[in-house]
């Protein structure tokens, strides 16, 4: 089934390990987006990408990195995780061309101690 | 670059009730305007959309009304359920930017 998928769905690790979260989404759509959003809150834009080999940072300052090798996959990293970095991620992806209808995954809690 | 304002941040109504979300922008190129929908645990999901050259949509008991002369946008929802208990969220797509509002969290008394 053609769908969009996180992993981890949940993460606790110590302060200063890198991490990666991934995602990767079967529906061969073009532009890809990590949001951070705290449970119920706003969603905040920290990076996208419209195509492989294009990355761009978004409105919220993020310590993190992304890559885009491949169409179907675009994993976000941090290099040294913090207690300010516990939150949910979502990855979201959407067609190139027209209305950007964004189908988001199940996101990845990670907790930060 | 794109702003957009979304009121009121909590909503609590009657079952049966309506409820309305406004969602307010700057950009004048902003041409498609959907809401999504976000349970509690869950992820967004659409649930509605407008394009730029329409008024007015409607699926069953949710509709979205566009004022583009004044910027706007409102999702309205009639005959409220308990399963309409979520936070919603607009959504802008602009010249350059993609933006979502600030959320609305709306709790369905019964």
């Known amino acids: 089934e053609a769908d969009i998928y996180q992993t981890p769905r949940y993460l606790v690790i110590g302060t200063g390990k890198k991490i990666t979260l991934e995602c990767s989404q079967t529906m061969g759509h073009d532009k890809m987006y990590w949001y951070q959003q705290d449970p119920g809150m706003e969603l905040h834009l920290i990076h996208y990408s419209y195509g492989v080999n294009s990355t761009e940072k978004g409105d919220l300052s993020s310590e993190s990195t992304v890559s885009r090798i491949r169409t179907e996959h675009f994993p976000l990293t941090l290099e040294s995780a913090r207690p300010s970095h516990t939150s949910q991620y979502l990855c979201a992806s959407s067609e190139g061309s027209g209305a950007n209808v964004l189908t988001f995954g199940a996101g990845s809690r990670l907790t930060v101690l | 670059g794109e702003n957009v304002e979304q009121h009121p941040s909590t909503l609590s109504v009657q079952e049966g009730d309506s409820a309305v979300i406004k969602c307010t922008y700057s950009?004048?190129?902003?041409?498609?305007f959907p809401w999504y929908k976000q349970e509690l645990g869950k992820r967004p999901q659409l649930i509605i959309d407008?394009?730029?050259?329409?008024g007015e949509k409607k699926d069953q008991r949710i509709a979205v009304t566009l004022n583009k002369t004044a910027k706007h946008f409102s999702l309205h929802i009639t005959e409220t359920q308990p399963e309409d208990s979520a936070v919603y969220f607009c959504?802008?797509?602009?010249?350059?930017?993609?933006?979502f509002g600030q959320g609305t969290r709306l709790t369905i008394n019964p």
């Open positions: 407008i394009r730029s050259n329409v």
């Open positions: 950009d004048s190129a902003s041409n498609y």
């Open positions: 959504f802008i797509q602009g010249a350059q930017k993609l933006v």
